[in-house]
């Protein structure tokens, strides 16, 4: 069975965790300028899976138990020395990273084809609900606002389990995920017969 991990796995992960944690960093900032207001709660859902995104492309691309939860510990650890959160974004993080892994551990890593994807990645995302309703104190807002919270959360998990795949078909046409051939060594040419005195 061909192991899974490499430095050059490792290494395009984390590097996928930088970028997303550089991008966390302005919404950060937005959504605490925001946040007193029910709108800041329903574009925090609306685009939650940005946070939780490097680890769906790193999980798409590389197909490796823990890769995910690795992503995103890079994502957080770029990110928190910039906001206001600081060690809270880290704990946080890590939890969606361990829920993202969550559906793949269960099926003991076996990712299969994208199918797999499309059902665990919307569903981790869904397992996030309980998160938003104590955080966010969903009961105290209007009827409508739950309502439009319900389906911008189906559409936001639809939406981003998509780019996943999408990025990670770019990525892997660019040859970030593909797998480094070994240079084939010719055999050894015989060796002349031995010329008898």
Do not use: C
Request: aromatic share 14%; glycine share 8%; no cysteine.
């Amino acid at each position: 069975m061909r192991n899974p991990y490499s430095t050059r796995v490792f290494l395009s992960a984390a590097a996928i965790g930088a970028a997303g944690g550089v991008l966390a960093i302005a919404l950060n900032w937005v959504f605490i300028a925001i946040n007193t207001t029910p709108l800041a709660t329903l574009l925090i859902v609306a685009v939650f899976g940005v946070w939780v995104l490097p680890g769906m492309l790193s999980q798409v691309l590389f197909k490796a138990p823990g890769i995910g939860l690795f992503t995103l510990l890079v994502a957080a650890l770029v990110n928190a020395p910039f906001t206001p959160y600081g060690v809270a974004q880290i704990w946080s993080t890590v939890i969606f990273g361990v829920i993202l892994e969550l559906p793949f551990a269960v099926t003991l890593y076996r990712f299969g084809s994208r199918r797999m994807f499309w059902i665990a990645h919307p569903l981790s995302q869904l397992l996030v609900i309980p998160f938003y309703v104590v955080g966010f104190d969903l009961a105290a807002f209007a009827w409508w606002v739950l309502g439009v919270f319900a389906v911008l959360t189906l559409a936001s998990a639809a939406f981003f389990t998509w780019l996943a795949q999408f990025l990670a078909g770019r990525l892997q046409a660019a040859g970030v995920a593909r797998p480094r051939r070994t240079p084939s060594v010719p055999p050894p040419a015989p060796a002349p017969p031995a010329v008898e005195g």
